[in-house]
């Protein structure tokens, strides 16, 4: 198993628990991610190794195929001189240096496919890192919406039951007595109103009286004298 895989199966299998046992998630996400970044970073690093790795197995092999051409052709020109020895020691050589290009050429495309592998292992978390980035404003969104509606509903046990009600009730009680004690005043200054128009159209009713009577008398009396 790679070292970029383990990471990663790190990352997918940590995510969940770290979300479930912290007090404060947001804070766990920018942690979260700030490890990411870390891993990341150590990843390059690695990737950037691995290259220089690649790159100097592949010069290795391609100065040692250059000396076993190069040894092949001096041996021609030695064959053509008829110098045989010359062209034999030249021959050998080339053997040397083809079994090291051999052996470089090898290790050069091993640790190139290697590398190949670090930098796709590379970009998958580059692109988990990236929509990790882009979910967490998902979930600080649900976080902060979780916390509100705890708090309403930590408020809302109470609701009801504590001294703002009751004031209310009193108040209310206070209200209710005062538009009672307000009727009763109003009523009892209606009654004495009619009471006074009462008595005062008594007396108007008996002037009229005395005065009818007053005057039929002195009609009465006029009569008479005629």
């Known amino acids: 198993m790679s070292l970029f895989k383990r990471i990663g ?37 690695a990737v950037t190794k691995q290259i220089a790795v690649v790159k100097r197995f592949q010069k290795q092999y391609e ?26 020691r030249a ?22 496919e290697t590398a190949d592998k670090l930098k796709t292992q590379l970009r998958e978390m580059k692109d988990e890192y990236e929509q990790m980035k882009a979910k967490k404003a998902t979930l600080v969104a649900r976080a902060e919406a979780a916390k509100a509606q705890k708090e309403i509903n930590k408020v809302m046990t109470g609701f009801g039951k504590d001294t703002a009600r009751k004031g209310f009730e009193r108040m209310e009680e206070k209200v209710n007595q005062a538009e009672a004690e307000a009727a009763a005043s109003i009523e009892l200054k209606s009654s004495g109103q009619d009471l006074d128009d009462e008595l005062t159209s008594l007396g108007k009713n008996n002037n009229d009286v005395d005065t009818e009577l007053a005057r039929l008398k002195q009609k009465l009396k006029d009569h008479k004298k005629e």
Do not use: C, W
């Open 91 to 112: 021959l050998e050589d080339k053997k040397l240096h083809q079994a090291k290009a051999d052996d470089y050429k090898e290790q050069f495309e091993g640790s190139r």
């Open 9 to 45: 199966d790190n990352i997918r299998a940590n995510i969940n628990s770290m979300l479930d046992k912290a007090e404060n998630p947001i804070k766990m996400l920018e942690q979260y991610l700030r490890d990411m970044e870390d891993d990341i970073a150590d990843a390059e690093v």
């Open 63 to 88: 100065d040692s195929q250059v000396m076993a051409d190069k040894r092949e052709t001096q041996a021609l020109q030695a064959l053509e001189q008829e110098r045989e020895d010359l062209a034999r």
